[in-house]
């Protein structure tokens, strides 16, 4: 099959979370699986650093990753040539509906332009939801895209790109689809529904999210859209790309490891605590958070606790950046428990791999997750994930390879957390519970092949 992913941010080019991992990692699943794979993304200021990036022969800028996977990227520095992927530090770009309308619409262009005539669009979150719009509206009756099925995964149900309804002309969709059956969204424009509601098949990153999302708790008030198109609405997990996240293999970590040769993982444990201004001591727990920080995660309850839990005999590094709430009580948090917390207020990759390698533990304790990877890194590198029973965390996290709360409250955390500070002195049982962690399988091959029954059923049936 041919099939285009149209996804606002991909690895290894630009990355703001999970997203971008799945769009870099599944092509690369697919291809192995004889799949012929195009990407298109915009072209950030990030992008263009990249070494790789040269002008295609039709005159985009263009990359490719895995064998022969194309990677296309749309040009338009006034979009597209700043800082930040989606906003600043501040607030959202005000002109996000011009950009990604702008995105949408050249990346169909883009693809008469290669003539790549697509069997499947893959498309990704809010950001190019509106392309299964076009394609059912504009250009329903173009021939170039008559045999083009799309399918839109759901990252994140709670970014769904909102807009006020006085900038629906910006769309360049006629005015009567700012309906209720439509793009509207109690009187916004609502993006991700038009998606959900154009595209001939949904998907999200987990069968427990999948779910979760048709209920009133986790629907954001689009569960009644969801219900509607249920037969048409799957969950596959995401996988994990072992070729990047791998203790065996990894020179952002200072000393290599794995289940047979568990010595360079208390390295990893000093080296961190060194970074940290911790005393480097192999009997007290060290927890790590690599996170986005925003009140999604859990940090609503984390926050709630933090006094309680730095006077136990623990240490934690938190690396994240997010709402502002967060930095600062975190910031006055660190500066109280100077030894015991670190923090890290930034995005910084290399970093994000000494805290996977070198803690004991990883906090997770999201409100909800469509999957999270944080997790299945962590699982990766023997660091033992606590979280709570929520969408993906549900489906990849059990007794037996880290910590569940079922509860949402500050005290089911706390004893938790509680609970795996006093397992961990419990040497033979934390080392039990390593191996299980060593032993979960979250590669991409399964998903890829659920993925590609999936784009197989919608060509046939929709
Ligand atoms: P989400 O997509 O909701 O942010 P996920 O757990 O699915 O959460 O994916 C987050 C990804 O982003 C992981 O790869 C994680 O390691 C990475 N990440 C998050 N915050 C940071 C940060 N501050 N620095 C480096 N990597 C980060």
């Given at each position: 099959?041919?099939?285009?992913?149209?996804?606002?941010?991909?690895?290894?080019?630009?990355?703001?979370?999970?997203?971008?991992?799945?769009?870099?990692?599944?092509?690369?699943?697919?291809?192995?699986?004889?799949?012929?794979?195009?990407?298109?993304?915009?072209?950030?200021?990030?992008?263009?650093?990249?070494?790789?990036?040269?002008?295609?022969?039709?005159?985009?800028?263009?990359?490719?990753?895995?064998?022969?996977?194309?990677v296309y990227f749309i040009e338009n520095d006034l979009y597209f040539d700043r800082q930040g992927l989606y906003g600043d530090a501040k607030s959202d770009y005000k002109d996000n509906l011009e950009r990604f309308s702008y995105y949408c619409k050249r990346s169909l262009d883009l693809l008469k332009e290669i003539n790549f005539v697509p069997d499947i669009i893959h498309i990704h979150d809010w950001q190019a939801s509106l392309i299964p719009v076009y394609l059912k509206t504009l250009l329903a009756k173009d021939a170039f895209f008559k045999g083009t099925k799309t399918v839109l995964?759901?990252?994140?149900?709670?970014?769904?790109?909102?807009?006020?309804?006085?900038?629906?002309?910006?769309?360049?969709l006629d005015k009567s689809l700012f309906n209720m059956e439509a793009l509207e969204f109690h009187g916004k424009i609502n993006l991700l529904k038009g998606g959900i509601v154009f595209s001939d098949y949904i998907t999200t990153v987990s069968p427990t999210y999948s779910r979760e999302i048709q209920s009133d708790e986790l629907g954001f008030g689009l569960e009644g859209v969801l219900h509607k198109k249920a037969k048409r609405l799957a969950g596959i997990l995401n996988g994990l790309d072992y070729s990047i996240w791998d203790p065996e293999n990894d020179p952002k970590i200072p000393a290599k490891y794995s289940v047979s040769n568990i010595i360079g993982k208390s390295k990893c444990k000093g080296a961190l605590q060194e970074l940290c201004g911790f005393s480097k001591r192999a009997d007290c727990i060290l927890f790590g958070i690599v996170s986005r920080l925003a009140e999604q995660k859990g940090f609503d309850l984390l926050t709630g606790i933090m006094d309680k839990i730095c006077k136990t005999d623990m240490q934690l590094v938190i690396l994240g950046t997010g709402d502002e709430r967060y930095h600062k009580i975190f910031k006055s948090a660190a500066a109280k428990y100077k030894g015991k917390l670190a923090l890290y207020l930034k995005f910084d990759d290399t970093l994000a791999h000494k805290i996977y390698a070198g803690a004991d533990a990883f906090l997770m304790p999201s409100r909800y997750e469509?999957?999270?990877?944080?997790?299945?890194?962590?699982?990766?590198y023997g660091t033992l994930p606590l979280v709570y029973k929520t969408g993906g965390l549900a489906d990849t996290v059990t007794a037996k390879c880290g910590f569940v709360f079922e509860?949402?409250?500050?005290?089911?955390?706390?004893?938790?957390?509680?609970?795996?500070?006093?397992?961990?002195?419990d040497k033979k049982k934390w080392l039990d519970l390593m191996r299980n962690a060593f032993a979960c399988d979250f590669s991409w091959e399964k998903s890829a092949q659920e993925y590609v029954k999936l784009y197989k059923e919608a060509q046939i049936h929709y």
């Amino acid at each position: 099959m041919r099939i285009v992913f149209c996804a606002s941010e991909v690895v290894p080019f630009a990355k703001t979370g999970g997203l971008a991992d799945v769009a870099g990692a599944l092509p690369l699943a697919l291809e192995q699986e004889g799949q012929e794979i195009v990407i298109i993304m915009p072209y950030y200021k990030e992008v263009k650093k990249s070494l790789n990036v040269n002008k295609s022969k039709e005159g985009f800028p263009s990359a490719v990753i895995g064998k022969n996977i194309k990677v296309y990227f749309i040009e338009n520095d006034l979009y597209f040539d700043r800082q930040g992927l989606y906003g600043d530090a501040k607030s959202d770009y005000k002109d996000n509906l011009e950009r990604f309308s702008y995105y949408c619409k050249r990346s169909l262009d883009l693809l008469k332009e290669i003539n790549f005539v697509p069997d499947i669009i893959h498309i990704h979150d809010w950001q190019a939801s509106l392309i299964p719009v076009y394609l059912k509206t504009l250009l329903a009756k173009d021939a170039f895209f008559k045999g083009t099925k799309t399918v839109l995964t759901i990252h994140n149900l709670g970014y769904q790109g909102l807009f006020p309804k006085e900038e629906f002309s910006i769309t360049g969709l006629d005015k009567s689809l700012f309906n209720m059956e439509a793009l509207e969204f109690h009187g916004k424009i609502n993006l991700l529904k038009g998606g959900i509601v154009f595209s001939d098949y949904i998907t999200t990153v987990s069968p427990t999210y999948s779910r979760e999302i048709q209920s009133d708790e986790l629907g954001f008030g689009l569960e009644g859209v969801l219900h509607k198109k249920a037969k048409r609405l799957a969950g596959i997990l995401n996988g994990l790309d072992y070729s990047i996240w791998d203790p065996e293999n990894d020179p952002k970590i200072p000393a290599k490891y794995s289940v047979s040769n568990i010595i360079g993982k208390s390295k990893c444990k000093g080296a961190l605590q060194e970074l940290c201004g911790f005393s480097k001591r192999a009997d007290c727990i060290l927890f790590g958070i690599v996170s986005r920080l925003a009140e999604q995660k859990g940090f609503d309850l984390l926050t709630g606790i933090m006094d309680k839990i730095c006077k136990t005999d623990m240490q934690l590094v938190i690396l994240g950046t997010g709402d502002e709430r967060y930095h600062k009580i975190f910031k006055s948090a660190a500066a109280k428990y100077k030894g015991k917390l670190a923090l890290y207020l930034k995005f910084d990759d290399t970093l994000a791999h000494k805290i996977y390698a070198g803690a004991d533990a990883f906090l997770m304790p999201s409100r909800y997750e469509p999957c999270g990877l944080g997790q299945i890194i962590s699982l990766r590198y023997g660091t033992l994930p606590l979280v709570y029973k929520t969408g993906g965390l549900a489906d990849t996290v059990t007794a037996k390879c880290g910590f569940v709360f079922e509860e949402y409250t500050e005290d089911s955390l706390f004893k938790c957390i509680t609970q795996a500070t006093s397992l961990f002195t419990d040497k033979k049982k934390w080392l039990d519970l390593m191996r299980n962690a060593f032993a979960c399988d979250f590669s991409w091959e399964k998903s890829a092949q659920e993925y590609v029954k999936l784009y197989k059923e919608a060509q046939i049936h929709y």
